[in-house]
Nanobody, 116 residues
């Protein structure tokens, strides 16, 4: 079992920045990657960025160049730094991890609202 606790969401003006944090506990040794997804009203949940235990990262095209995901080697914390935020980045952001057994865990979500 892995437990995830997110923090760092909030209201920010367009062009501003936010950093989201996700702290994992429990069987963190089993985590193979940590990532962030988001879901806007009326839309499907989509991948924003993720980082593997080995440090490889990938990003959604919509956030490339504006977001940076980072985590420690122990896979117990992951951060998402978002710069140059746009109103279309408004969504609930969810921390996600996957384990060696291909089991996925989700955080409770944190709201990010970008005003124009």
């Amino acid at each position: 079992q892995v437990q995830l606790v997110e923090s760092g969401g909030g209201l920010v003006q367009a062009g501003g920045s936010l950093r989201l944090s996700c702290a994992a506990s429990g069987s963190i040794f089993s985590i193979t990657y940590m990532g962030w997804y988001r879901q806007a009203p009326g839309k499907q949940r989509e991948l924003v960025a993720r980082v593997t235990r080995g440090g490889s990262t990938n990003y959604a095209d919509s956030v490339k160049g504006r977001c940076t995901i980072s985590g420690d080697n122990a896979m117990n914390t992951v951060y998402l730094l978002m710069n140059a935020l746009k109103p279309e980045d408004t969504a609930v952001y969810y921390c996600n991890v996957e384990t060696f057994s291909l089991r996925a865990y989700w955080g409770q979500g944190t709201q990010v609202t970008v005003s124009s």
